[in-house]
């Protein structure tokens, strides 16, 4: 640990990336990216959302890392730093950050569920994959001890135990196993997913641009989508930048972590549609959380040897999510400890089980009947509000109001010339594109979130 006062870093370059992707790839590319992709007209929605994640997701995660690194600080440090008076951004940061981990860890538990539930009772799942979304939930029967209990506390317990570890110890080292891993994974399902008889069709939708299936309202989604799949607008990303060297290359990390998250997205994208064109038909392409839990069981029963395709696919979510799951932790917990003074271990720990506290009432409005009695629906199915309220509130305001407010302090407060210095260390580095960057963080970038934001607040 070289950092100034003794400051986590990175053991290396490589392990930086691998954590910064790990952050990136999580359930929103491989849950919500292909379904969105889907609605969007398939190959006309992936151009758009590849043109944003260039234009204004790179330009942002530049910002971030530059605001990290040149302080050496976590969100809230970062801002104290360099204009006191803007702290109140990190610390909205910090706050949606956790907000959002509290629902992420415990979908992330509902897969260690169904990874569970494949190695051990594949006929269960098979025999009626909705039900069995439901049960899980409790849905009907009794408090869910698995699905709200066991299995979301296991997955918090993990996040913790890795945050607790630190940064290289911990963090770094579970992403430098888990990422490959996780990319052999896709490669081998998407091989077996295309070669699937029918899945041609799936591969023809997502390959050819069809402009006329695309609205502005896909525009937008694909420009919140590309927000929450880099992980930005909430400074996490500044923090990761903060334990980088400065014998680092920011410019040409961002690039490449722009772009495995893109290709992960596109590839599992090119999975799941096609698998589901061959096996159920263009019509059982659906989406979100139901989606990965209640379609593809039917995947691969329609697959022969399934089972073992399930459990692989399980267990890329599971590292998908828990590499995701351990940089909000991250975020709130570098906060914590660097600014409040706490141990790790116990900011850790503390958080750990608000989150599971917090997520708990999240899983149980899924579908409780005897919690949410009054939001249930004719079919006896209660309205996940309080996860919808959740949603809406980080995914739609705060991620893009932060992710805006990053953009106006590297461009506006703290100024371009100052980032791009961040960049070039003093001519180290060769920054070729620093007046498109200036451009892009000043004008471009700003003025593309504030309308995915009026948006969302108007059409809600
Ligand atoms: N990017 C992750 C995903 O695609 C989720 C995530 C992790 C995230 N950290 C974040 C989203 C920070 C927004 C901000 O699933």
Redesign the pocket.
């Known amino acids: 640990m070289s950092g100034p006062g003794n400051r986590a870093q990175w053991a290396s370059n490589l392990g930086f990336l691998l954590a910064a992707a790990g952050?990136?790839?999580?359930?929103?590319?491989i849950w919500k990216f292909p379904g969105k992709a889907y609605e969007g007209g398939g190959g006309a929605f992936i151009l758009i959302y590849i043109a944003i994640i260039a234009l204004v997701g790179a330009t942002v995660m530049l910002a971030e890392f530059i605001i990290g690194r040149a302080t050496q600080k976590n969100a809230v440090g970062a801002f104290c730093q360099l204009r006191p008076a803007w702290k109140w951004v990190g610390g909205m940061g910090i706050f949606t950050?956790f907000i959002?981990l509290c629902y992420?860890s415990h979908v992330g538990g509902w897969v260690l569920y169904y990874l569970c539930g494949y190695l051990t009772d594949a006929a269960a799942i098979s025999a009626d994959p909705t039900a069995y979304f439901y049960r899980m939930l409790g849905v009907g029967s009794g408090f869910p001890w698995g699905g709200a209990g066991l299995f979301p506390l296991l997955f918090a317990a993990l996040t913790v135990f890795v945050v607790v570890k630190g940064v290289a110890g911990g963090i770094e080292r579970l992403n430098k196993v888990a990422m490959p891993l996780l990319f052999l994974l896709l490669i081998l399902l998407m091989v077996r997913a295309v070669t699937l008889p029918g899945a041609m069709d799936g591969l023809r939708y997502m390959l050819q641009p069809d402009f006329s299936l695309l609205t502005w309202n896909d525009v937008l989604v694909a420009l919140g989508q590309a927000f929450?799949?880099?992980?930005?607008?909430?400074g996490?990303m500044c923090t990761y930048g903060s334990y980088l060297s400065r014998k680092e290359n920011l410019g040409r990390n961002v690039g490449i972590i722009c772009t495995l998250d893109t290709l992960v997205a596109v590839l599992a994208g090119f999975t799941v549609i096609p698998a589901v064109f061959a096996t159920l038909s263009a019509s059982g392409v659906g989406k979100g959380a139901g989606f990965v839990f209640t379609a593809m069981p039917g995947v691969f029963q329609a697959m022969p040897g399934g089972v073992f395709w399930a459990i692989l696919f399980y267990l890329l979510l599971f590292f998908a999510a828990l590499t995701?799951s351990i940089?909000?932790l991250e975020g709130t917990v570098a906060y914590l400890t660097e600014q409040r003074g706490f141990s790790r271990k116990h900011a850790s720990l503390a958080l750990g089980v608000i989150l599971f506290g917090i997520g708990l009432i999240y899983t149980l409005s899924q579908g409780h009947a005897d919690i949410h009695g009054i939001w249930l629906d004719k079919n006896g199915i209660s309205y996940p509000i309080f996860g919808d309220m959740l949603e809406f509130l980080t995914d739609r305001l705060l991620?893009p109001l932060g992710g805006l407010l990053f953009c106006i302090f590297a461009g506006w407060v703290w100024g371009t010339k100052n980032g791009i210095a961040e960049v070039r260390q003093g001519g180290r580095f060769r920054f070729p594109l620093a007046g498109l960057w200036s451009l892009l963080v000043r004008f471009v970038a700003p003025a593309a979130i504030a309308c995915i934001l009026i948006a969302g607040i108007v059409f809600g």
Request: proline fraction near 0%; glycine fraction near 18%; charge should be neutral.
């Open positions: 952050s990136a790839v999580g359930l929103g590319n950050g959002i992420y929450f799949s880099l992980s930005l607008g909430m996490i995701s940089s909000l991620l």
